[in-house]
């Protein structure tokens, strides 16, 4: 008869990926890599290869290749911002009061389509 193991304590992680690996500004980075999905699901819908994004967001290739991977240590949250005007997007960034339930504000990105 087979021995039935203790079961492993399960650790619900929060919204934030970053934040639960204890990642220096978790916001941000999870700002970023949501921005990321959205272009490269632009360039996805679209059917761009990567010279012809590249053209578009005024950057080379290579640098459309480490988008696409989420290699987004080289690009601001600002310069995405810019890559989604370049492909004919709006963003619109919106600050309010945060609720009184938090004690630190929050960043999030929302896509409305």
């Given at each position: 008869m087979?021995?039935?193991?203790?079961?492993?304590?399960?650790e619900y992680g929060s919204d934030n990926i970053f934040a639960d690996l204890d990642?220096?500004?978790?916001?941000e980075h999870l700002a970023k890599a949501k921005?990321?999905?959205?272009?490269?699901e632009i360039i996805r819908q679209r059917s761009l290869n990567q010279t012809a994004a590249a053209a578009i967001l005024g950057i080379d290739q290579p640098k459309?290749?480490?988008l696409m991977r989420?290699?987004?240590?080289?690009?601001?949250?600002d310069r995405l911002c810019r890559f989604l005007n370049h492909l004919d997007m709006d963003?619109?960034?919106?600050?309010k009061n945060k609720p009184r339930s938090r004690i630190?504000?929050?960043t999030h990105i929302l896509t409305v389509r």
């Open positions: 087979a021995k039935k193991r203790a079961a492993e304590p399960v990642f220096a500004n978790p916001e921005l990321a999905m959205q272009i490269v459309v290749s480490a989420g290699q987004l240590k080289n690009f601001s949250l963003v619109d960034i919106v600050v630190h504000g929050e």
